[in-house]
């Protein structure tokens, strides 16, 4: 008798795609449904007025000249819509994986409305989903105020332009080749659009620049919600101008901050290299603009830590840390604690607080003109947590590293380099995930909106979708602690995706 063999099977893990249930917006009209008649012309929208009045601003050729420009309302047509869950069970199927009904790739009621509804472009609200849209970002962005009244929603803006500092350079156009060459036609996009979003060609050089820059920032001002944030990043070249024309559209006082942050260990240069680019982060509305504070774990010997060289070991003992334990702290043994020491007074006489305290039977004082920084009821709890040790003539006060483990992130990032085995480098503009990361974190909460109109290598929208961070987390409450080497908040431990809006594929 035949040995009765059995299939092996194995449970594969289900697939999940990121859904805004709660979220709609209007139904663009899917292309092949687009004729002047469904979809007529609303003509132009005149933007900007330049009043010489105001006080002095940054004054480039063609701006006094031309005191306003128009530009198109056009539509957003629905070219192609792609869901990965419906792809990635549609090819686990074709391998045999068994399963119910396959559903097609536009098979979602809730992503195409009947015909009737279909042809009334913009009437009707749809399911959310997260956009890519390839096109001009002024005319872009024009169409999502005008046709899809997306003004005052966009919670942060992201926008990473050409730089403006060499007005020929070509761009990358594969992954795999990153050696381009400036003016080279091997190295040439065969594409129009692609030439006009990437390369940095302007008839009047820094003056084409700045008209180019300042229209998109005056449209992304109106799609910024009244509690949002905009982020230009930008090299040191042009950083004096950028800032300039940001005080102009914002107002100078809706300035943030300006982030430096590292992008190279080194750069060749006969002086000082560049090894860091900007952000310049302004608000639509400082007093009212959403603010997570960010923090970093703190290591001893690094920033924030350097003071932390003592130990307490399991026992009870104390000690100074040697150098090789302080670059390797995690090969302490279990249940020591690093510490530092913190002064226990203050200048000024405060009543009881400058009476003497004994300690290990001897007796100390504040000082003249000084005072304790505590109640001698409280230096009591402090000795009996064993809180307190001597150092020379005084007593100081024991402050452990897992007290408060953390220190906030200010603005200088000079962990931001991108190459490393976390965080490949695949293009020669790649911005960090981490300096997005903290961007977005700083500025919104799940399911806010973001938008790049340069869109770039697309780290915004991988950002936005994934917001898995390893080294950053954000204490919203006082009381959130630590749970594990991911940190988040904790109600975000696994991630909370950002609702990704669009990003310009072509953004010039």
């Not at 008649?37 to 701006?63: I, S």
């Not at 830590?305 to 279990?334: K, M």
């Not at 974190?441 to 973001?450: C, E, F, K, R, S």
């Amino acid at each position: 008798m035949a040995k009765r063999t059995t299939k092996k099977t194995t449970k594969k893990k289900p697939i999940e795609s990121y859904d805004h249930k709660d979220k709609k917006r209007a139904n663009n009209p899917p292309v092949g449904l687009v004729t002047p008649e469904t979809d007529p012309d609303k003509g132009k929208k005149a933007m900007y007025q330049y009043d010489p009045h105001l006080d002095p601003q940054l004054v480039w050729a063609g701006k006094a000249e031309h005191t306003s420009f128009e530009v198109p309302t056009v539509s957003l047509h629905v070219h192609e819509r792609i869901d990965p869950r419906t792809i990635i069970e549609a090819t686990r199927r074709r391998n045999g994986d068994g399963g119910n009904h396959q559903m097609l790739l536009f098979e979602q009621p809730e992503q195409n409305p009947p015909l009737r509804e279909a042809i009334e472009f913009y009437k009707h609200a749809k399911g959310w989903t997260n956009r890519l849209i390839a096109g001009d970002s002024l005319l872009v962005m024009n169409s999502l105020l005008e046709k899809e009244g997306m003004a005052g929603k966009v919670q942060m803006v992201y926008i990473d332009p050409p730089y403006g500092i060499r007005y020929g350079s070509n761009f990358q156009p594969f992954v795999n080749k990153r050696d381009v060459k400036d003016g080279k036609d091997d190295d040439l996009t065969q594409e129009p659009e692609m030439i006009r979003a990437f390369r940095d060609t302007w008839e009047l050089g820094i003056h084409s620049y700045l008209t180019y820059l300042r229209d998109r920032l005056l449209l992304a001002r109106e799609l910024l919600h009244e509690s949002g944030s905009c982020f230009v990043q930008i090299s040191d070249e042009n950083l004096h101008h950028v800032r300039e024309l940001l005080d102009e559209v914002f107002g100078h006082g809706n300035r943030c901050a300006l982030i430096p942050f590292r992008t190279a260990i080194s750069a060749p240069s006969n002086i000082a290299g560049a090894v860091a680019d900007f952000l310049l982060w302004y608000a639509k509305d400082r007093t009212r603009v959403k603010f997570r504070r960010l923090y970093q774990l703190k290591r001893p010997g690094e920033a924030g830590a350097s003071v932390y060289t003592f130990v307490e070991e399991a026992a009870g003992t104390r000690r100074r840390l040697t150098s090789e334990e302080i670059r390797n702290v995690e090969g302490l043994a279990d249940g020591s604690r690093v510490y530092t020491t913190t002064g226990l007074e203050n200048i000024g006489a405060t009543g009881s607080s400058t009476s003497a305290y004994e300690f290990e039977g001897r007796t100390y004082h504040p000082g003249s003109h000084r005072h304790w920084l505590t109640t001698i009821e409280g230096l009591d709890r402090l000795k009996s947590a064993r809180r307190i040790v001597v150092s020379g003539k005084s007593i100081r006060y024991v402050r452990y590293l897992r007290d408060f483990p953390a220190i906030a992130i200010e603005n200088l990032w000079g962990d931001t380099l991108t190459g490393s085995f976390t965080d490949p480098k695949r293009y020669v503009v790649q911005t960090n995930t981490k300096v997005i990361s903290r961007c977005l974190l700083m500025t919104t909460d799940p399911g806010d909106l973001v938008f790049d109109p340069t869109c770039g290598s697309g780290t915004t929208a991988f950002v936005a979708e994934q917001w898995l961070y390893e080294d950053t987390f954000n204490w919203g409450n006082p009381q959130d602690q630590l749970t594990s080497s991911r940190f988040g908040r904790i109600s975000s431990q696994a991630g909370d995706p950002r609702i990704f809006q669009f990003g310009i594929k072509y953004a010039f």
